[in-house]
């Protein structure tokens, strides 16, 4: 199921059934990427990491070029 087909059955769930199956609602939600578990400290963890990491690449890449346009002049 696609992410639009996904959308497209949840909102028909929503505004015209009264009750939805759990596998039924957990397959269009995994379908929409969302998740109903609470996300875990190494998730946490990962993400920061993720973070601190492109920012450290960015400096990097500045001091990179700096260095280049330097050594054209």
Known sequence: MTYKEAQKELKK???????VTVPKLKRILMSMNISLKKESVDEDYLREEIKRLRKQNKRLQRRLSEKGRKACK
Do not use: A, G, P, W
Not at 13 to 19: A, D, M, P
């Open 13 to 19: 769930v929503l505004s015209k059934q009264k009750t």
